[in-house]
């Protein structure tokens, strides 16, 4: 049909410049008094080729637990300094898809008939446990932040076994335990990773109900500047915010050489947040541009 012909061609012009993906994350948490513990699921997939028949990708789905805590210190008056860390252990099921895979499931995606779903569920899959820590520190200086994190700290290494998604779910939902599979000897690694970033918060004092400005810069990952001989504009990000009226949050940005933007809303208890950006896949701006569009929902209280 028309319809069909128009979707894939809208799919491979995708594929083919800098990816096509779909992802989505849910989460629940409590923090106060220096402590925060929550629970989070995320499920994210990317395909990517040079010509549709020739595209691959991975899809990935975490379930992990956060536990984390944070100590303010009062150096001296208007000089603070945050510590803090947390542990994230997860479950996390990986599954590769060749270009056999994505012709498949974009061809089912299509087709009304079709089950993408319960094709993506008997596809072989890897499997396992990892535990992931982070540190950072924050120091405030009047209106001025300056922040250091690392994330995955010494590299989170998950142990994989061999399994399918379905058999994977079933042993969850029928058993709730994992599944043992066979032991696979590659280990999944998620390297460590430095982030360095500032902040300008003016105090306009009453005025600030009007109208509530912030600027942040952050630079991510320097070290892979040296490590992976990436260009330094692939790692910056400058957003400034406009808060108006405390409810109304009007955004843009600059993320590794692209403009980014995004608006959000703060309704008492309600959060909701949406934004437009492009993430550089390969070491220089230009290489492998993917852009995508974030929208969140929050409850808060």
Avoid: C
């Avoid at 700290?153 to 994989?160: D, E, M």
């Avoid at 600059?254 to 980014?260: A, E």
């Amino acid at each position: 049909s028309a319809a069909s012909d128009v979707y894939k061609r809208q799919i491979n012009k995708q594929i083919t410049n800098g990816g096509f993906g779909i992802g989505f994350s849910a989460g629940l948490g409590w923090a106060g008094k220096g402590l925060g513990l929550g629970v989070v699921s995320m499920v994210d997939s990317y395909i990517y080729g040079n010509t549709l028949l020739g595209a691959a990708g991975q899809a990935t789905a975490t379930v992990g637990l956060v536990g984390g805590f944070a100590i303010p210190l009062e150096i001296f008056d208007g000089l603070k300094l945050t510590v803090g860390g947390d542990v994230r252990p997860m479950y996390r099921a990986y599954v590769p898809m060749d270009n056999r895979l994505v012709i498949d499931l974009l061809s089912s995606m299509g087709d009304e008939t079709a089950d993408p779903m319960q094709l993506l569920l008997s596809q072989p899959a890897y499997a396992g446990v990892g535990l992931g820590i982070d540190v950072g520190a924050m120091l405030d200086i009047g209106p001025f932040t300056v922040g250091l994190s690392v994330r995955d700290l010494f590299g989170t290494r998950f142990s994989f076994s061999d399994s399918t998604l379905q058999e994977i779910a079933d042993e969850i939902q029928v058993n709730q335990s994992l599944p043992v599979g066979d032991t696979v000897n590659d280990t999944y690694l998620i390297p460590m990773e430095i982030n360095l970033g500032a902040a300008f918060h003016p105090d306009l004092g009453g005025f600030s109900f009007i109208l509530d400005p912030k600027v942040h810069i952050d630079l991510k990952d320097p070290v892979g500047v040296i490590r992976d001989g990436k260009s330094p504009w692939s790692l910056l990000h400058i957003g400034a915010e406009a808060k108006l009226l405390k409810t109304l949050a009007l955004r843009a940005g600059f993320h590794q050489g692209y403009i980014t933007g995004g608006v959000g809303l703060d309704l008492f208890i309600a959060e909701i947040n949406a934004s437009f950006f492009t993430i550089e896949r390969g070491k220089f701006v230009g290489d492998k541009p993917n852009s995508g569009v974030t929208l969140e929902a929050a409850l808060r209280f």
